[in-house]
Each structure stands twice: as C-alpha cells, then as structure tokens.
C-alpha cells in the first residue's frame, strides 16, 4: 500500500465506537459548542454531525450536501477526531483549494483542541496530532543536497553553482523544507536533483533527524488527522495507493477519508484517472541522465560514452516523434481527439527500450544502495514512458479511455498526450467507495435540481447513504437577484456587439454598487476582451481593478479584493469555486454566461457519444447537472456570513428564453429576481445602499 505507515498487515483490535453519542452532546442545543464555547447552535450542523458519525460507526459511504453557513467542517472534524483516537485510526481530509486547507490548519483545528478541552469527558481528545501531507517533490532531502555539493562540478556548470549553494543556505534555517518557502523559487533543474523525489530519499539512506522528507513522513505516521488536497490524493491512487480491493483503508491502512469540495471530485479523478505525456516532461526525463548541452547528469558520473551516446538518441527521437505529432495534428487546432491507432511512427519505442537496458545494466553493477535505487528508479521510469507511448499509439482500451493530443505551454510549444476515463465512476467505486472504510464526500453543492442522484451516479456512489441540509442564512432579506434580458446571446452572429453590451452591463452595475464586485465568466478571450474595454473607466473612477493570469496567484487575487473593499475582479474557470470574501469586500457577482463546459473538448465529446449510444441524452444528463452545479458554485461566493448581503446580477438571457433556463432560476437561493434591460436599468437595478 502507498502509505506512510510500516505496519499495513497488522490487526487492529475492535474499540467502542464513541463518535455518535459524543457528537451528539457536542452539537446538541445547550451542547458543549453553545454552553462551553457560546457559539450558535445549528440544528443542520447538528444532522451533519450526527450523520457523519453514523457512517464512521458503520464504515460507509456518504454523500452530504451542506449549505453556506452549515459548519460543515466542524460537523465532520469532531466526530472524525473522536473516531480516530478512539480507533487508532486515521482520518484523512482531502479538500480542493488551498483556501480551505489553510482555513482548517489555522482556525477549524485549532478550534477542534478548544471544543475538546472545554469538557472534561473530551480531554483525551484534545491531544490529537494533525499533519499535512505533500508531494515528495516539494520537499528537500539534506541527503541529495549534500551529495550534489559533494559532486557539484560534475552535476553542475560553474554558473549553477551559485543556485545549489544558494539552496544549501536556505536548508540552514527552513523550518519545514519545502519549495515555496524558498524566493525567490529555485530554478528547476537543480532542485530535481536535490528533491525527495527520488529512491535516493528514503528512510534507508537518509537521517530521520535531518532529512526534511523523513521528518515529514514521521509527523503524517503520527497523525491522527492528515490533510491533503484532491490533486495528490488521487494521484496517489492512481498510482496504486490502497493496496489490492478488500483491504480497509484508502490512502494509508485503515484509514477513513472526508472529501470537502466534493463536487470537484469528477473532475479532479479525471485529470488523475489517466496517462499525461509531455515533450517536456521526455525531454526533461532525459537530460536527468545526460545533457548533451551541458555535458551534465547522472550518466556522466555512473555511465560511459556510449550510454550517453543512447541517450542524445532518444531525445532526437523524442524530437522527431512530437514534432510529427505536432505537424499531422496541432497546426490549426490545440486539442484534438485520436481515434485511429498510428497516429506517429514509433520512433521512441528503440532509443528507449535500448535506454532502458543500459541504464538497468548499470543499476545491477551496484550492491544496494543509493545508487543503485537511483539508476534503477530512472530505468523504471525510462521503461514507464516507453510503455505509456506504446499504450497510446496502439489506443489501448479505447472503449474505456478517451485518447487526444493537446499543444500548451506559455509559448504553445509543449505537445502533451492525454488519456481519461470516458465513465470515471467505476475507478472511484474501486479506488473509494468499496474500501471497507467509512468515505464522507460533503459540499456546498452536490445537487442539481434539488436531485442528488446524478452527482451519485457519476461518482459510483448510488447505493450510498445521501442527505441535504440547506444554509440557515436568510437569502430571501439579504439577496437581490437581477437578471438582464436583452444581453446578445452567446450564439449571435454579431459576437462583437454581444461583447460591447457585455461591458457596457458590467461597467454599469459594478459602478452602482458600493462594495466590491467578483465577474465571473466563461471564456477567458470575453474576460480579456471587455477588460480592454472597461478598464480604463474603473482607472479613471480609481476603482482597484484585478484580473485572474496577470502573474497573480489566484489565492493573492483574492487576498487584495479583501483588502480594497470595492475592488473588481475578474476571473474565469477556477473563480467559480473556492473563493471566500466576506462582507462589503464582495458585494456582487455578476454571471456573465451560463456555466455550460464546451462540448467539443475530447472527454465529454466522448462522454456524450456514450450516453447516446445507450439512448440518453447527453445534454439533460451530463451538460445541465454540471452547469447547474457550477452556476450553484459561483452564487455561492456572495453570501459568506449571516450578516453578509449582496446582489446577484445575471447577464446571460437564456435564463428567461430557454426552458432550461427556470432550473438555473430555480437553484438560486432566493426565490423571485427582477428583469431589466438597458432602457429600464437605472431604474430597476438598485443594489443594497
């Protein structure tokens, strides 16, 4: 099992389970939340909680849906905590943004310890240890880095010396060794080669007391409760975190998991569920072992000529290979699907195959050591990249996996071969849900139309315990809802104007409104395009103005419309979810589009030739529960607090000119909206004073 503990065969003896009687009394009204702490009872956080520590008792899936305001966090945290302490077990908690991660390390646990020694009954409780859980690779291990000091002229160009030595300084005094904690970020190259992302890092050859990796990997074994986001979780599984179907336990053994931001789930499984191969990441792959540029790498010192000579040999290949990818398919498009087996000749498939030898040759020279563990990672990995290119060009389980080609990167050079899971709910059900553990999936959002059952169906969970408990907050005082009837719809022949009355809605409903404003749209060229028109009046009315790719992290983005209290942001994709601004800071959130994915990207091109060859209906099953979902998302970002009030200013008419349109209607949180039009606005649109 990919876990961090040793012992996954052993036994863990059956204990009391004390979760559901003493989350009851911590949640009950007149419980030690309002009597010990004074904070409001909740009768919903109360039903969560109670829930929550009803599947861990019994090991089952369930699905919670908890509106704003809810206390989800503590409803799960509490009885997990208890749970995990009584069993000696541990609880994972994955969530999605790094706003909730940093949200439960500095306030949810910290007020965890608060609830727990606020009662005798609940002391031991109190002294639970919690972890946060990293991708080896953004972690320094003190071992690699004092052997690339030890061997710098021979891994390094004399002007990269400076960088490791930079490097080694930092290690003196970080605290925890991590990537982000060094600015500015060192450069790549080097700290691929002083990372713990290698077989050179592990417990075998690195001291527990120095190495930052290991002293991480000794606080995770520790923990009762480890968190974790999506991203790494199911990269984990996709790996083969878990060990074989039966075994009790996800991440680590016996462990038992709550998924926060749930609805990201199907998506962020999709990413991971599948084969990602870049030029880049060959190329990169490769010059680890032998640069020909910079005559550095790991064959320099471990190799001869002619291992390095096999080396310049695939990455010419790798060259020709993505190149001709590049040309038969990428010239007019950057995303196109494959459907046909062949669409390269295979010319990797001998440089590596004969690289691989050689580099597994050299491993084998070695006793065990670190070395050895190296070169023989780097064999495995040279035969994995040879395997997936195989896998790819023969369209391998095509009745299961989407297959397409895409070309990124900031300068579009980057050709990148993708696979996915056309149906991801079968892997979750084999990866997740049938672990003989207790799995909570909870969010603000889960149903589309008041209905749950298709949020179930594509995660594998339909047979799953399932409950809602919408927020106590009253939207019906401190909600407007506007809607805008005469905006162009997207489909017009004249895009152009369809953008100008865009801006011209935008430029006038955020400079009505007092507080802050978050633009959320669909299409980033829009966002750029009625930025360039609108801009220059927020200028000149000294309106702060913020826009999500201008070399500002989306966390930062946020943190600065917080602080100017009547800042605009514009955002895209990853606005729509995620962000918590409070008060006036964000007083509106104008949709300018419906949240509709574009049915033409591979996946769910593929998804929806399968729902129609089965006789359903790709749009009512797949395309509106999941804009439903995300439209849910964005509204979600405006009332944060009891005390919060705020418009919502809706500028995509199909809401009022498509049937569809009233399930859009029907999701938001506050029944009735007012329509206007530009000749009525001024006198419609009145924001809260």
């Not at 030890?150 to 290690?171: C, G, M, N, T, Y």
């Not at 955002?571 to 006036?584: A, L, Y």
């Not at 104008?590 to 359903?616: D, K, N, S, W, Y």
Request: proline share 5%; hydrophobic share 40%.
């Amino acid at each position: 099992m990919i876990g961090l503990h040793d012992d996954t065969s052993a036994e863990v003896p059956p204990s009391p389970a004390h979760a559901p009687r003493l989350a009851a009394r911590i949640f009950a009204a007149g419980g030690v939340l309002a009597d010990a702490l004074g904070l409001e009872h909740r009768p919903q956080q109360e039903k969560m909680a109670r829930a929550v520590a009803a599947a861990l008792r019994d090991d089952a899936p369930l699905l919670f849906e908890a509106g704003t305001g809810v206390g989800k966090s503590l409803a799960y945290l509490l009885p997990g905590i208890i749970h995990a302490v009584d069993q000696s077990r541990q609880l994972v908690v994955s969530t999605h943004t790094i706003a909730l991660q940093e949200q439960l390390e500095q306030k949810d646990l910290p007020l965890c310890r608060r609830v727990f020694g606020a009662a005798p009954e609940l002391e031991p409780y109190a002294k639970f240890k919690s972890a946060v859980l990293v991708g080896k690779a953004n972690y320094l291990c003190t071992t690699r880095l004092a052997g690339a000091l030890r061997d710098k002229h021979e891994l390094f160009a004399s002007p990269e010396h400076s960088e490791l030595q930079r490097i080694a300084v930092w290690a003196e005094t970080s605290r925890e060794g991590l990537r982000h904690e060094l600015s500015p970020p060192p450069a790549p190259e080097i700290w691929e080669l002083v990372s713990a992302d290698s077989a050179g890092c592990s417990r075998k050859h690195c001291d527990g007391e120095k190495c930052f990796y290991q002293r991480a990997r000794a606080r995770v074994r520790g923990a009762q409760v480890v968190v974790v986001n999506h991203s790494l979780l199911f990269t984990l599984l996709n790996a083969g975190a878990g060990g074989a179907a039966g075994s009790r336990g996800v991440l680590f053994a016996d462990d038992f998991v709550v998924l926060d931001e749930a609805h990201t789930v199907p998506e962020v499984a999709t990413e991971h569920f599948g084969l990602h191969l870049s030029s880049h990441g060959v190329e990169r792959m490769l010059r680890h072992l032998y640069s020909p540029k910079t005559k550095r790498g790991l064959l320099v010192k471990f190799g001869d000529a002619a291992d390095r000579l096999l080396v310049e040999d695939a990455l010419e290949a790798a060259r020709q290979f993505f190149a001709a990818v590049e040309e038969r398919l990428l010239t007019m498009q950057p995303v196109v699907r494959v459907r046909e087996a062949g669409i390269a000749e295979p010319w990797l498939d001998g440089p590596l195959d004969a690289l691989h030898r050689a580099v597994k040759k050299r491993a084998d020279r070695f006793e065990d050591g670190r070395e050895r563990d190296e070169l023989q990672q780097q064999a495995d990995r040279v035969a994995s990249c040879r395997a997936s290119l195989r896998q790819f060009l023969a369209l391998a389980d095509a009745e299961k996996q989407v297959h397409w080609v895409e070309r990124g990167g900031r300068r579009q050079t980057i050709v990148t071969l993708r696979t996915a899971p056309i149906e991801v709910a079968p892997l979750l059900r084999e990866n997740l849900l049938r672990r003989e553990t207790a799995v909570v999936l909870t969010s603000a959002t889960l149903t589309a139309g008041g209905d749950i059952a298709p949020f179930a169906a594509r995660i594998g969970a339909e047979k799953a315990r399932a409950a809602v408990e919408h927020s106590p907050f009253d939207f019906e005082a401190n909600m407007r809802v506007f809607v805008a009837t005469d905006v162009p719809l997207p489909s017009a022949k004249d895009a152009r104007l369809a953008l100008d009355v865009l801006a011209d809605y935008i430029g006038f409903c955020t400079q009505r409104t007092a507080g802050g404003s978050l633009v959320l749209f669909t299409s980033y060229a829009d966002m750029q395009a009625v930025a360039a028109t609108i801009e220059p009046a927020y200028a000149k009315a000294r309106r702060p103005f913020f826009m999500q790719g201008r070399d500002r992290s989306r966390t930062e983005l946020a943190r600065q419309l917080r602080a100017a209290g009547n800042g605009i942001l514009f955002g895209t994709d990853s606005f729509w979810t995620g962000i918590d601004v409070p008060g006036d800071a964000l007083a509106q959130i104008i949709l300018t589009r419906l949240p509709f994915e574009m049915p033409t990207h591979p996946v769910l091109e593929a998804r929806a030739e399968q729902i129609r060859e089965r006789g359903g209906e790709p749009f009512g099953e797949l395309t509106l529960p999941d804009a439903l979902i995300k439209f849910r998302q964005g509204v979600g970002r405006l009332i944060r607090t009891a005390t919060d009030r705020g418009v919502i200013t809706i500028l995509d008419s199909r809401v009022t000119q498509k049937a569809y349109g009233r399930q859009f209607l029907g999701c938001l949180p506050k029944q009735g909206h007012t329509r206007m039009t530009r000749d009525d606005r001024t006198e419609k649109f009145q924001p809260f004073a």
